[in-house]
């Protein structure tokens, strides 16, 4: 079972907002980690979006529009990130990513979209 | 501004080395909470973290590929260095070299396309 598991797909309407969820796996508790998202469109590097580890400790990538923000739901073991105001721009593919046993894991990816 | 570029072979053979150089520039690997990270991608797949220095030379590996891997650094040339050893055609992704700071990897390069084949 891979630590981190996104679902490979999801879709949305202009102006609405999307929830787009990271589940850790059995085992790994949500709460201890900082969750990091990344946007990425074809044929472009991914971009930075933000990272989450509680409403207190959070930080917005430079640049990147308050309309992203990120949260948790403990109950479901799941980082999450929701987008506001959805726009056919942010029509992409969203990872996660958590520093774990020292290394870096992404989840499996997210495609977003917005029609 | 924080630029990264990677350079490299375009075509390895399988069981050939690969060696990738990122080249950075707007930071500097000395300076403390500094790192760089190799990341790849398969082509219409996900993203897969493979190994990261820190301005100190500590080093880490993914554990999946950590006997193929070697990351080196040259500081006064703003370069990082990536090495894998005994490349196979599912070793044929775009790899990135990025930027991180507090645990941030926030700036990446456009990524180079390997292809391995005979």
């Known amino acids: 079972q891979a630590v981190l598991t996104q679902p490979s797909s999801l879709s949305a309407s202009p102006g609405a907002s999307a929830s787009l969820t990271c589940t850790l796996r059995s085992g790994i508790n949500v709460g201890f980690y900082t969750i990091y998202w990344y946007q990425q469109k074809p044929g472009s590097p991914p971009q930075y979006l933000l990272r989450?580890?509680?409403?207190?400790?959070?930080?917005?990538g430079s640049g990147v529009p308050s309309r992203f923000s990120g949260s948790k739901d403990t109950s479901a073991n799941a980082g999450i990130l929701l987008i506001s105001g959805l726009q056919s721009e942010d029509e992409a593919a969203y990872y996660c990513m958590i520093w774990h046993s020292s290394a870096w894991l992404f989840g499996g990816g997210t495609k977003l979209t917005v029609l | 501004q924080i630029t990264l570029k990677e350079s490299g072979p375009t075509l390895v053979k399988p069981t050939q080395t690969l060696t990738l150089t990122c080249t950075f520039s707007?930071?500097?690997?000395?300076?403390?909470?500094?790192?760089v990270d190799w990341i790849r991608q398969p082509p219409g797949k996900a993203l897969e973290w493979l190994a990261l220095?820190?301005?100190?030379?500590?080093?880490r590996y993914s554990p999946s590929l950590k006997s193929r891997l070697t990351i080196t650094k040259d500081t006064s040339k703003n370069q990082v260095v990536l090495t894998m050893t005994n490349m196979d055609p599912v070793d044929t992704a775009t790899y990135y070299c990025?930027?991180?700071?507090?645990?941030?990897?926030?700036?990446w390069g456009q990524g180079t396309m390997v292809a391995v084949s005979s």
């Open positions: 989450y580890k509680s409403d207190s400790d959070k930080r917005q």
């Open positions: 220095i820190y301005w100190d030379d500590d080093k």
């Open positions: 990025a930027h991180q700071y507090d645990m941030e990897t926030d700036i």
């Open positions: 707007g930071f500097s690997l000395s300076t403390s909470g500094v790192a």
